[in-house]
Each structure stands twice: as structure tokens, then as C-alpha cells.
């Protein structure tokens, strides 16, 4: 009997085929591969697999505990719903860098060593970069190449911080650091924190995923920072810096959505936003916190995914995704209405909706720790996510201004696909038992108390107050806003800059003085050399071997072979020495 299936495999291996599928079998294997993984998820037992020996390290492919298994489980069931959503695609391209992407994540998930991580972490980037660049068009591969560039950069970081950390440390098993962080475990944190798209380091995500591919956004927005929030809670658990980075993410996220006019880019900083509860908690570090932060990336999965979905429903069928170019599509898409605002309640923490019930719990944790500031923090941001995500950016592309488009539902299966997320964050916001069973700590937290379902509806209440009253103020405008991509986009022209202008001048002007000056005497100076070669040296030594040579003949004519000349010879030399001694004796 097999103890361990490794559901990254199935994934992996299970790309392969899918480009000489078509048709009918090709839609029944895409849905199959997620449903085994799945059922290879819910059978896997903690322990550890694959143990081995490289390099003279411990290598440890798999290692599988309770918080490992619950994101693998969101990560599978997410991986169903986004492959169900990108069913009417023809193309094969996107579901087999959809499904490698998802292996690689779950490699992440179930890695017990840096290397085996690594492995898998370099796989995400260029995975997910695909679904960037298979939309296509100007936009999307400057975005993809950018968005390679920086987790290509973020790997090497990665990377080096592995090889310090495991010098010091002795061994590459991937666990929590302890004691002090060195060199290397810095930066192995600063490779997390750019996938978990912390600021200064999270442009890259606001910049891809809105020019990603409808269905490629899906599944981008589920997987990669979540996988960053995984290894954070693995690796770094209790670090007060997180607390503090994780709070300015929520705030950030939030004011930067304000300004949006993107549909997905809107939706994209309520991603650096809600990660950064998550971050917040993690750097908490108390059982509650961690359970709140593992409990809430399940939820965002599966929330967040619907709401990428709705968005792409109304790009698919409109072409459109800016809020001034949209309105008036209620009528048309009725369902999708429905379903994207189930999502936007939930990432909301409206009651009986699945964010109520993970996000309260960081607040909570925050309190019982005693940092009023984090939570005052973190009730802003939650009050701006109900502004921007379930009242500004529904109201402006569903409501509001008809532009009269042209528009429908989007096909069944995407419309199947919201309902499965949707059903999911009811059903968790309902029965949050089943999800706290996962958590990596018993839980001991009840969200359903009066005080706590009262101070959340008054301040949704509030804030929708606030929406109705200040309308006028929050209409989206046909701007661009500034990240901190600014800074590698600009620093990438000047670059160029230098490369093009004073790098090139200057080798010019090299090449010029080498061809004009170097050069000829170099030349000069290598037939002087050959001119004294051959007159020179050549001369003596072949003067040389003539008299070896003459020397040599007249020995061969005294070998005459008598005796009596040896010995005349030996008695003129000896006479010969006798004579040289009383010279130098004197």
C-alpha cells in the first residue's frame, strides 16, 4: 500500500498529456487530475517522505503536518474550481502552465528542505509568468518579462540566503529559524516577503495580474502569495517585524485601491491588503494568530478567487475593465451580480460569510495580545475593503452610469465555477467548525458572539453610510496611479541609457584608440620581435649547434680504436692539468 502520494505529481505529470487531449475527454481529464489530487490530500498522514541524501545533505521531499495539509487542501480545492472556470478554453498552453503552477505550489507546501523548496518556488515564477504573457498584446509581455524579472531576482536572493543559512546552520531542512536571524535567514526572508508582495516589494503583483488572461489571473491570485504565507508561518513565525509590515499592507493595499480604475487592479491591492492580515498575524506568533492567519488564507483563496472570476465574467463578455468604461450590466448578468457580491461580503467579514470567521480571529489575536494600534489598523482596512470591493467597484461596474454594452452571462462553466466558490464561503461562514479542524492549533475562539457580530455590522453600516454619502467623490477617474514600480521601470530606461549612450560612446572611443594606436604597435612591436627572433637568436643557437656538431666530428676522428693513442691522450691531458694547477697554485 502507498502511504504518500505526492499531490505536486499529479499535477506536474498530470500537465503532460493534456496537449493531445481535445474535445469532450480533454474537459473530463482536467476536472479528474484536481478531484485525485484532492482525494490524495485528504488521505496523506503527518510524517515525513522521500528522505535522502545529496551533496552530503539531508533532503527531505516531502514533510506533511497539519499546517502543510490545510493549504494543500484550499490549494487543490481552488485548483477545481479555477480548472472548471477555464473549461471553454481551447488552447491547451494555459492549463498546462495552470497545472504546473498549482504543482509547484503544493512542491512548496510539502518541501522539508531548502533545496526541494527552491526547486518548486522557481517553478511558480515561471508558471504563472506564462498566464501573463499568453494574453498577449504589448501590455501583457512587458508586464510578464517585468513580473519574471523581479521573482527571478527574488529567487537569487532566495538562493543565497539558503546557501548562508545552511553553512551556519549545518543542514538545508526546512524549518522553524531559531535563535537570532543571520545574514542568510534574512535574506531568505526578504525571497518570502517579495512573493507575500509586502511593500516596498509588492508592485509586481499590481502591475501582472490585471493584464494576466481572465482565467490565468484566477489562478494566479490564489497561489502565490499564499505559498509566501505558508513558508512564513513555517519559517518565521513570532518575528515582531512581520506585525509591523503585515499592518502597513493592509493600510496600504486599501489606499492605493482608492485610486484605482482597473476592475483587477482594484481587486489586485485588496490582495497586498487582506495577505497582509495574514503577515500581521504570523508575526504575532501566538496560537490564536497563527490559526487566524492560516484560517483567512483559506478563506481569501476561495473569496478572492470568486471575486477575480466575477471581474473576468464581465471582461470576458465586455472586453472591459475599467469602472468608467462599465455600469449598467445588472440587467444583463444577473447571476454574476449575485454571485461576485456573495464574494465581496466575504471579504468584507460581513456575518455568515467566510471572511467573518478567519479575519475576526487575527483581530482577535491582536487584541489578546495587546497591540491596540494593530487592531485599530486593521478595522480601518477591513472598513475600506467593504468601501472599495463591496460598494465602489460592484456599484461603478454593475450599477451606475449604463454605458450601454453589449453584454450577457458568461458561459456555464465559469458560472459554475463562482458558485462552487461561493457556496464554499457561505458554507465556511456558516459552519466554521470544519475549517478550525484543520488548523494547525486547537482553536478556541467563538465569532458569534453578540458583541462581536454587533461592532462589525455597525461599522459596515457605517462605511456604507459613508459610500452613499461622499458618492460624488469616490467616482473613478481615467488615471494611472504610481507604485514602487516606478522606481525599477525608470531605473530599467536608465539603464538602458547608460548601456546605449555613455557605455556605448566610451567602448567606441576604446575600440577607436585601440584600432588607431594600440594596435599598429602592437604590431610594430611583434615584427620587431620576429626580425630579432630570426637574426638574432635563431643565429646563436644554430651557431651553436654547428660547433656541437664540428665539435662532435673531430671526437668521432680521434675514436681511431688504438690503445696507445688513449693512452698518449690521457697522459697530454694529465700533463695538460698539471700545468693549469701550477699556474693557479702560483
Known amino acids: 500500500m502507498i502511504d504518500f502520494v505526492h499531490p505536486a505529481l499529479i499535477f506536474i505529470l498530470g500537465a503532460l498529456p493534456i496537449a493531445f487531449l481535445t474535445g469532450p475527454v480533454r474537459k473530463a481529464y482536467l476536472v479528474l487530475i484536481p478531484v485525485l489530487a484532492i482525494v490524495a490530500v485528504t488521505a496523506i498522514e503527518p510524517g515525513s517522505y522521500g528522505e535522502t541524501q545529496f551533496l552530503g545533505q539531508d533532503i527531505l521531499v516531502a514533510k506533511a503536518d497539519k499546517l502543510s495539509i490545510v493549504f494543500a487542501t484550499v490549494f487543490t480545492i481552488m485548483a477545481l474550481i479555477g480548472t472548471v472556470y477555464a473549461l471553454h478554453l481551447s488552447g491547451a498552453g494555459q492549463h498546462v502552465a495552470a497545472f504546473v503552477y498549482v504543482g509547484s505550489a503544493l512542491g512548496v507546501v510539502f518541501a522539508g528542505d531548502y533545496l526541494t523548496l527552491y526547486l518548486f518556488w522557481e517553478g511558480m515564477a515561471f508558471a504563472s509568468a506564462y498566464l501573463v504573457f499568453a494574453q498577449g498584446g504589448r501590455q501583457a509581455i512587458r508586464a510578464a518579462f517585468r513580473y519574471l524579472m523581479v521573482h527571478v531576482t527574488g529567487g537569487v536572493v532566495l538562493l543565497g540566503g539558503i546557501l548562508l543559512h545552511g553553512a551556519a546552520a549545518g543542514s538545508l531542512l526546512f524549518g522553524p529559524v531559531e535563535g537570532p536571524l543571520g545574514a542568510g535567514a534574512y535574506l531568505i526572508l526578504a525571497g518570502f516577503l517579495l512573493n507575500a508582495a509586502v511593500p516596498p516589494l509588492n508592485a509586481w503583483l499590481t502591475d501582472a495580474y490585471p493584464e494576466a488572461t481572465v482565467t490565468g489571473a484566477v489562478f494566479m491570485s490564489a497561489f502565490t502569495t499564499k505559498t509566501a504565507v505558508y513558508v512564513l508561518a513555517r519559517a518565521f513565525p513570532g518575528i515582531e517585524l512581520l506585525v509591523w509590515l503585515g499592518t502597513v499592507m493592509a493600510l496600504y493595499g486599501v489606499i492605493y485601491a482608492v485610486l484605482e480604475n482597473d476592475c483587477r487592479r482594484l481587486l489586485a491591492y485588496h490582495i497586498v491588503s487582506q495577505v497582509g492580515y495574514m503577515v500581521a498575524g504570523i508575526g504575532i506568533g501566538t496560537e490564536l494568530a497563527v490559526n487566524g492567519a492560516t484560517s483567512h488564507a483559506f478563506a481569501h483563496i476561495l473569496y478572492k478567487g470568486l471575486l477575480f472570476m466575477g471581474a473576468g465574467a464581465v471582461i470576458y463578455v465586455t472586453g472591459r475593465r475599467k469602472l468608467t468604461e462599465l455600469g449598467g450590466l445588472y440587467k444583463a448578468m444577473p447571476l454574476t451580480v449575485a454571485l461576485y457580491m456573495i464574494g465581496a461580503f466575504a471579504i468584507s467579514a460581513f456575518p455568515f460569510f467566510s471572511g467573518f470567521v478567519s479575519k475576526s480571529m487575527v483581530v482577535a489575536a491582536a487584541g489578546q495580545d495587546h497591540r491596540a494600534l494593530v487592531m485599530l489598523a486593521l478595522t480601518m482596512a477591513s472598513s475600506g475593503t467593504f468601501l472599495h470591493t463591496g460598494l465602489k467597484l460592484p456599484y461603478y461596474m454593475f450599477f451606475g452610469t449604463d454605458r450601454g454594452l453589449q453584454a450577457r452571462e458568461p458561459p456555464g462553466n465559469m458560472l459554475a465555477a463562482m458558485g462552487m466558490a461561493a457556496a464554499l464561503c457561505i458554507a465556511i461562514g456558516v459552519f466554521p467548525g470544519p475549517l478550525y479542524a484543520l488548523l494547525p492549533y486547537p482553536v478556541v475562539f467563538e465569532p458569534y458572539t453578540g458583541v462581536h457580530v454587533t461592532e462589525s455590522l455597525g461599522i459596515l453600516m457605517f462605511t456604507a453610510l459613508g459610500f452613499v454619502i461622499f458618492l460624488r467623490a469616490l ?30 560612446r566610451y567602448e567606441k572611443a576604446v575600440s577607436d584608440v585601440s ?67 701550477a699556474v693557479v697554485w702560483r
Do not use: C
Open 475 to 504: 467616482d473613478p477617474e481615467n488615471t494611472i496611479s504610481l507604485d514602487t514600480d516606478w522606481f525599477y521601470r525608470k531605473g530599467a530606461r536608465a539603464f538602458m541609457w547608460f548601456a546605449e549612450r555613455p557605455l556605448a
Open 515 to 581: 584600432e588607431t594606436t594600440v594596435l599598429p604597435f602592437l604590431h610594430g612591436s611583434a615584427r620587431t620581435g620576429m626580425r630579432l627572433d630570426l637574426n638574432g637568436v635563431d643565429g646563436v643557437v644554430n651557431g651553436v649547434a654547428r660547433s656541437i656538431l664540428e665539435g662532435g666530428g673531430v671526437l668521432r676522428r680521434l675514436q681511431t680504436g688504438v690503445i696507445t693513442h688513449y693512452v698518449l691522450a690521457m697522459i697530454a691531458g694529465l700533463i695538460a692539468a698539471i700545468l693549469v694547477f
